[in-house]
């Protein structure tokens, strides 16, 4: 999926809503449990109370890999719910270099058939080369997150006064339209600074809801003229009360951003 039909999709539904798939199953209702496959059968739940609310999903790819080929299999069910128009992203932070990143990039991009996928940068330039090369699919690579831990290297001080994350940012900037960075939410200020290193790129914000981000202080800080964020809320939407839940309690916790998201679109 190209900018333009990204761009499209958000002014379409008036929302910038990324919801992340992320199957536990000590969270999910009873009654989903005694389902054959039940992290399938949960993200289509899911997926039916969203996908005409949200922009994105974003699959983190642990959820999948930790129960094996079966994980793996639900994955690939759940991949062929999401509608065209909506963008796929893997979410597994990938960042090898050389053949390794090529054959992951190939995994995410060809097998899975994922629009996106997130990568550390971590090893260098090198690692976004194989990802980059898919010119109709989108790279995300990591910039400032929304963890705790970020101060432990993305916010170090290099010799020429620069922090880790905005040198990840400056060489990565004007690398291609299919760019976007990860930029925490539960950083409103450093968003505005994120902003001006990459005024025309995309952000994936995770850290809305279970993490403490602020949707309004965001995006006054982070949009620029094309919007120019997917919000990311995974534990928020997908599990809105302990105990048995339905579909129109997950819809309600999607709806909760979705409507302020739209007065702050047509601001």
């Not at 299919?178 to 409103?188: E, I, K, Q, W, Y």
């Not at 997917?230 to 409507?259: C, H, Q, W």
Request: glycine share 8%; net charge negative; hydrophobic share 40%.
């Amino acid at each position: 999926m190209l900018r333009d039909k990204l761009v499209a999709e958000i002014q379409r539904k008036q929302s910038f809503l990324c919801v992340g798939l992320d199957p536990d199953l000590s969270k999910m209702p009873p009654s989903i449990l005694k389902e054959k496959d039940p992290i399938f059968s949960f993200n289509k739940m899911v997926i039916e109370a969203t996908s005409d609310l949200c922009v994105a999903y974003k699959p983190n790819i642990a959820f999948y890999e930790v129960f094996g080929p079966k994980g793996l299999e639900s994955l690939e069910k759940t991949l062929e719910l999401i509608p065209s128009e909506v963008l796929s992203i893997a979410d597994g932070k990938r960042g090898d270099i050389g053949n390794t990143a090529e054959k992951y990039a190939t995994t995410f991009f060809d097998y899975f058939g994922f629009d996106a996928a997130t990568v550390s940068p971590y090893m260098g330039m090198e690692t976004m080369q194989a990802w980059l090369a898919y010119k109709e699919k989108w790279t995300i690579v990591l910039g400032l997150t929304s963890n705790p831990g970020a101060e432990d290297f993305e916010m170090l001080q290099t010799q020429n006064g620069k922090k880790v994350f905005e040198e990840v940012i400056l060489k990565s900037v004007g690398k291609g339209d299919n760019l976007m960075f990860v930029v925490g939410a539960t950083r409103p200020e450093k968003l505005a600074e994120v902003r001006k290193l990459a005024p025309d790129h995309f952000f994936l914000v995770p850290g809305v809801g279970a993490q403490g981000g602020d949707l309004k202080a965001l995006y006054d800080h982070g949009s620029n003229q094309h919007c120019g964020l997917l919000v990311n809320s995974s534990r928020g939407i997908l599990y809105p009360k302990k105990g048995e839940f339905t579909t129109d309690d997950i819809r309600e916790s999607a709806m909760t951003l979705t409507n302020e998201m739209r007065v702050l679109l047509e601001k």
